[in-house]
């Protein structure tokens, strides 16, 4: 197989499909088998999807966790039952009373840390049954508030009842859920009108493509300038590298003994994630350490300091 085909494409979502739709889109346009996108957009939103092709869908784990930014669109005055503009409004208030500088201070007491409750129409499931199907089917469930963070949430304007920010947050950060909780504290009842999804790690919108440029790209043999190699996306994890020697047994599933080691971070501790790497930088597997750098120094040459996550070779 084209080793093109095993990378990652920073794809556009366009206002309107699922993000189920655009994977088995893209795996249509680039004619591959296997395909997984990285943090799900509802179909009202647009911007960045990020989606893994053949062997790249196996670090999908390990992209799903990183932050995501945002540019919103608030709209004051409807609380609706989804908690953006798809639902039926659920509580109406007259929002004319409301400052620019009253929306700011709820914007900074929403940064940090925050307990979030995910909305019935969402992807979460509850015994293996997504949310929304039981929504839609009239049927609300109690949802325990799960802890957010929202890293910084910078006021844009203010236009009537319609306020635009924009939001760098935590991987399963709703920010539907965000302008919903906004409108309660104001006391008018507000809801999502608009949400662009413009940075996912190192994919940015600069950098995407749409499908119809994806389309293009594989007609004309271009593709390779507009997909992202493994090695590039998981640039963010501190970096291991191992004797060319050690390569085959780790390919066959042995973790990586002290001795096979030919460089690794000054600093690190029990639990964090990393990626091993060759002479030539080709990423070969990602690995979990089990200690700290003290402890890794006081090992013998044949123990074993970090155990395997995923083979990627």
Do not use: W
């Amino acid at each position: 197989m084209n080793c093109t085909l095993n990378q990652v494409v920073n794809l556009y979502k366009p206002l309107g499909p699922t993000s189920f739709f655009m994977v088995n889109a893209v795996k249509k346009i680039l004619g591959v088998k296997k395909a997984g996108h990285i943090g799900t957009l509802d179909p009202m939103a647009e911007g960045i999807l990020p989606i893994c092709l053949n062997q790249s869908t196996r670090i999908i784990q390990f992209l799903s966790p990183l932050s995501k930014h945002y540019r919103c669109t608030m709209t004051l005055g409807a609380a609706t039952d989804t908690q953006d503009s798809t639902g039926k409004a659920i509580f109406e208030a007259d929002p004319s009373g409301i400052t620019e500088n009253q929306v700011k201070e709820q914007l900074i007491h929403f940064t940090g840390e925050q307990k979030q409750v995910p909305p019935m129409y969402s992807a979460k499931k509850n015994n293996g049954i997504p949310l929304y199907k039981l929504a839609r089917n009239g049927i609300t469930i109690e949802r325990k508030a799960v802890s957010v963070h929202f890293y910084s949430i910078d006021f844009i304007s203010m236009d009537g009842n319609k306020i635009e920010f924009e939001a760098h947050c935590s991987a399963g950060t709703y920010l539907r859920t965000l302008c919903h909780d906004i409108g309660e504290k104001l006391g008018c009842g507000a809801h999502m009108s608009r949400l662009i999804r413009t940075q996912v790690g190192v994919f940015d919108q600069k950098s995407s493509v749409n499908p119809e440029a994806l389309e293009t790209a594989h007609a004309n043999g271009t593709l390779s300038e507009v997909l992202f190699s493994v090695e590039r996306v998981l640039k963010f994890l501190p970096e291991i590298r191992i004797n060319d020697d050690f390569i085959k047994p780790l390919s066959n599933g042995s973790a990586p003994p002290k001795f096979s080691l030919k460089a690794f971070p000054g600093e690190f501790e029990s639990g964090m994630t990393m990626r091993v790497c060759n002479g030539s930088d080709k990423v070969l597997a990602v690995v979990e350490s089990l200690v700290d750098q003290d402890k890794f120094a006081q090992m013998n040459r044949e123990d074993i300091a970090f155990k395997l996550k995923r083979v990627l070779i």
